[in-house]
């Protein structure tokens, strides 16, 4: 109980484990405070490297501990000069190892993809033993090889499979088609048109008229009006609509122009309707195999005199022309 305070209760060996317990904390105290120390003092020193900086900068710090102090304007040059150069050699000596590490990976990289092209032949090894003696000669073996295997086969009929180019090339092709098809119809339909009429008031005036093919009837009813209105009264106090044009036994309406006749090969009940001449057949043998090649003048008719007269010949076979309908046989007489 004897180097134990008054206040202390306890046995011999409790007081022993206490000074021993003691002893093991102040060592552990020491040892940590020395640790600081080493540590503090490390920091500081400038020749040893600190982790997490680079040369540079280490070699900075050095300089500015250097000179710390009263130092001359050429001690100060000298030793900045030093600092700088060292700078500089470690810089380049940086960026050499970049460069070759980049050369490295590039021709590992090159390596890696050769020898994935190789293994697509069942010989790629047998090459490649080759190529160590016979390297130019092998290498133009392999690649025509490559290109034979991977090539197209110029014997497959290929006409079938899209091809833009020649879609292009067709597409440009039909628009310049279309575009003189339509510079051809034009031309058709600004040619004069001659036609052979006959103003019908019960006894016919026949006359002769000049439009273009493209011209409408309803155009070509107004031309005639201004023909006929010197000589017939009731042309003169009547419009273009109250005026009928019939050819062979059709009465064509007035939207309907002489280029559609012509190009449709139009039929009427008596003869074609592409035809404005008047002409008959002069054939001195008949045959059933040729069609007749007769063409007669139109009639030109008021609409108030057809209206009052279509149930008397030749008015009462008159109809309306239909672009739908076919006649197979053209009739003069009777349906």
Known sequence: MSGMGDGYVGTA????????????????????????????????????LQFGSSTSEILETAFKKETVGLVTREQYVEKRVNIQSKIEEEEKEKLQKQQQEEEELQLEKRKKRKIKGNSRLSFAEDIDNDAEEEEPQDTENLERLRRGKLGKDPTVETSFLPDSEREAEEQAERERLCKQWLREQEQIRNEPLEITYSYWDGTGHRRVIQVR????????????????????REIRTTSVENLLYVKEDLIIPHQHSFYELIVNKARGKSGPLFHFDVHEDVRTIADATIEKDESHAGKVVERHWYEKNKHIFPASRWEIYDPTKKWERYTIHGD
């Open 13 to 48: 060996q409790d007081a022993v484990r206490i000074r021993r317990l003691e002893k093991q904390r102040e060592a552990e105290r020491r040892k940590i405070q020395e640790l600081k120390t080493k540590s503090a003092s490390a920091k500081g020193q400038p020749g040893l």
């Open 213 to 232: 093919k493209g011209d409408s009837i309803g155009e070509f009813l107004r031309a005639v009006q201004q023909q006929l209105a010197p000589e017939f």
